[in-house]
Antibody, heavy 116, light 109 residues
């Protein structure tokens, strides 16, 4: 069955970087795009960007330009989201979401905690 | 940067009908914003109910429907059930970039 399995929880210090992975299975990885969405405790969902897994094209919101990088490894059928210059406000659950028509499959979420 | 607006909270009686809306600070929401609707219950990941204004997934209960109404995207729940109590988020596309609304907390009471 179609599945997105994300990497485990991370604890990082302010100023560090974090790289979250999203392993896809059960479908042709390159036929779909992958979004990254995060949710800070008690806050709204926040879109962080997406990648066309076929050609590697990406798009990021202005807020995260220069701080987020989304990549993919087609041989490993895995997408990655790297966030740099971490601050306490980046403490959140990070989700990958498959898309081409409908953002239909979500990963289980990865908790990233930024604390000194 | 656009702002996507939703009602902070709404209440519906069991069996009743309620419409949640999703507006854009840039003007009327159109099909070109490809509106999405998500449901999120406490402690759970969101799940997608509606995409591209009105399309449903196989798991979307028939009582949910999506539309454009008065310059906004709308999610209508007809025949509310207790299990529909949740936070609902809309998502709009702006030339490929996406933006979530602030969410609507729906109470079934």
């Amino acid at each position: 069955q179609v599945q997105l399995v994300q990497s485990g929880a991370e604890v990082k210090k302010p100023g560090a970087s974090v790289k979250v992975s999203c392993k896809a299975s059960g479908y042709t990885f390159t036929y779909y795009a992958m979004h990254w969405v995060r949710q800070a405790p008690g806050q709204r969902l926040e879109w962080m960007g997406w990648i066309n897994a076929g050609n590697g094209n990406t798009k990021y919101p202005q807020k995260f330009q220069g701080r987020v990088t989304i990549t993919r490894d087609t041989s490993a059928t895995t997408a990655y989201m790297e966030l740099s210059s971490l601050r306490s406000e980046d403490t959140a659950v990070y989700y990958c979401v498959r898309d081409w028509s409908g953002m239909d499959v979500w990963g289980q979420g990865t908790t990233v905690t930024v604390s000194s | 940067q656009a702002v996507v607006t939703q009602e902070p909270s709404l209440t519906v009686s069991p069996g009743g009908t309620v419409t949640l809306t999703c507006g854009s600070s840039t003007g009327a929401v159109t099909s070109g914003h490809y509106p999405y609707w998500f449901q999120q219950k406490p402690g759970q990941a969101p799940r997608t109910l509606i995409y591209d204004t009105s399309n449903k997934h196989s798991w979307t209960p028939a009582r949910f429907s999506g539309s454009l109404l008065g310059g906004k995207a709308a999610l209508t729940l007809s025949g509310a059930q207790p299990e529909d109590e949740a936070e609902y988020y809309c998502l709009l596309s702006y030339s490929g970039a996406r933006l979530f609304g602030g969410g609507t907390k729906l109470t079934v009471l």
